[in-house]
């Protein structure tokens, strides 16, 4: 019997949660993702003078007992490791974070630099056309990406865009600086949500990270949507004198900055539910953003779509 040809839009966590399910029941998704990369937000940054930062999710938490497994999978691969750096120990990629995607991806076909820019339906399936005049067919899809891309794919008077219309995303700017050495670090990571500057992470503090002295910073919520459409290079000034304040580094030391705009960062207000699909199970809205601003929410979004369809593909 014909297997049913099942595309997935988006490799981020959601994305590889969902293929690996269905590859190991004996399906061979096909996953398109418009970046160079995979993960999503579970992301690395690195420069030409060898610099590092995790300029996305800055750590996981594992509480189901399945996530725990992968979990424990991972660090048997040497992909996952704990950091004491924050208020308690938290798992982390190693040597970064973006490793942890990198070994969920591994055996997957995965399209890369492949952005989907229209869908459409017909009687015999889905059709994805995408930015390289390319165009797939498939019989089911699953969209990962955020909720508002998520909804001008599929148009804003699509039943599922209006199911899912009550959600809220919310931006972040992120930080990345590298100083010169520095002898007198106050610590090596804060929260303070009260201020605009939110999250203050001394990168090279976690493990197997190179030995130097950088940052990731992260702007609030509201700060960033204030600042939103402001040009990146004002943004890591005003950002970078800030930081400077905080941790008593003269500017003049800085060896790079660069600051990223997270245009869909941080779920405010979820789904409340692990998916979103049509009657027909042919096609099926997840992501983190359906239940909790956490790389688990994500992985048990993605997985939970995998086992709603196979269901039905089984029935």
């Not at 015999?124 to 797939?136: E, H, K, M, R």
């Not at 865009?161 to 931006?171: N, T």
Request: hydrophobic share 40%; net charge negative; proline share 5%.
């Amino acid at each position: 019997m014909k297997k049913d040809a099942i595309g997935i839009i988006g490799a981020g966590i959601a994305g590889l949660s969902c293929a690996r399910v269905l590859q190991k029941n004996g399906y061979a998704p096909v996953l398109l993702e418009k970046g160079r990369g995979v993960g999503g937000r579970v992301a690395t940054r690195r420069t030409d003078e060898g610099f590092q930062f995790d300029h996305g999710a800055q750590y996981m938490t594992a509480r189901s007992p399945e996530f725990c497994d992968v979990i424990a999978g991972l660090s048997d691969e040497g992909a996952a490791g704990i950091w004491s750096g924050a208020d308690r120990e938290v798992i982390v990629g190693t040597p970064s974070m973006n490793a942890i995607a990198k070994a969920l991806a591994g055996g997957l076909d995965i399209r890369r630099n492949t952005r989907v820019t229209e869908l459409s339906a017909g009687k015999g399936g889905w059709q994805a056309a995408t930015n390289l005049d390319s165009v797939f067919e498939f019989d089911r899809i699953i969209i990962t990406a955020p909720q508002p891309q998520t909804v001008d794919l599929i148009g804003e008077e699509h039943p599922l865009s209006k199911a899912v219309a009550g959600v809220r995303m919310s931006p972040c700017w992120t930080l990345m600086v590298t100083f010169a050495d520095q002898h007198d670090i106050p610590f090596t990571s804060r929260s303070a949500p009260d201020s605009y500057l939110a999250w203050i992470a001394l990168n090279s503090s976690k493990p197997e990270r190179p030995d130097t002295n950088s940052w990731v910073i992260q702007a609030s919520a509201e700060w960033s949507e204030r600042n939103l459409e402001r040009e990146p290079e004002d943004v890591a000034q005003e950002m970078l004198l800030r930081l400077c304040g905080v941790l008593r580094v003269d500017p003049s030391s800085v060896l790079h900055r660069r600051a990223h705009r997270w245009r869909y960062a941080r779920v405010e207000h979820p789904l409340g539910k692990p998916f979103c699909r049509n009657e027909a199970c042919t096609l099926y809205l997840g992501g983190d953003w359906c239940l909790d601003a956490r790389v688990e929410a994500a992985w048990m979004s993605g997985k939970a779509i995998a086992e709603d369809l196979l269901g039905e593909l089984n029935a």
